[in-house]
């Protein structure tokens, strides 16, 4: 958790950021930015590693916001994406849960073999 003595520099910080920067590792830079429009202020093989967490089930381009991610790691970087399974179509709607469909700004269910 990050307290008074973790130094994490945030920068491009947009107003959907929440407490996204919980957990940083000390001493790193985290940035958060805008999938695509952030992106190009910054140079290929720029970043150590990449997170979208339950973002790309909200793009109606997540495959293109994938391509453009891409040449922005580092040699031997990662792209870590988490997003709601094809199980989470079928679970009990109501307010609060989990259903994938209870949320409408989710367009599209990805797989892990995707």
Same mark, same amino acid.
């Given at each position: 958790?990050?307290?008074?003595?973790?130094?994490?520099?945030?920068?491009?910080?947009? %107003? +959907?950021?929440?407490? $996204?920067?919980?957990? $940083?590792?000390?001493?790193?830079?985290?940035?958060?930015?805008?999938?695509?429009?952030? !992106?190009?202020?910054?140079?290929?093989?720029?970043?150590?590693?990449?997170?979208?967490? +339950?973002?790309?089930?909200?793009?109606?381009?997540?495959?293109?916001?994938?391509? +453009?991610? !891409?040449?922005?790691?580092?040699?031997?970087?990662? !792209?870590?994406?988490?997003?709601?399974?094809?199980?989470?179509?079928?679970?009990?709607?109501? +307010?609060?849960? !989990?259903?994938?469909?209870?949320?409408?700004?989710?367009? %599209?269910?990805?797989?892990?073999?995707?």
């Amino acid at each position: 958790m990050i307290d008074s003595s973790t130094k994490v520099e945030i920068k491009h910080v947009t %107003r +959907h950021c929440g407490n $996204a920067v919980l957990g $940083a590792v000390p001493y790193s830079e985290v940035y958060l930015m805008d999938c695509v429009a952030g !992106l190009q202020h910054y140079p290929d093989n720029y970043f150590d590693g990449i997170w979208m967490v +339950h973002v790309i089930e909200h793009l109606h381009n997540g495959d293109a916001v994938i391509q +453009h991610l !891409l040449p922005k790691l580092k040699s031997g970087g990662f !792209l870590y994406i988490e997003y709601p399974g094809q199980k989470s179509t079928t679970l009990p709607s109501m +307010h609060g849960t !989990l259903n994938f469909k209870d949320d409408p700004t989710h367009v %599209r269910v990805y797989s892990v073999n995707e």
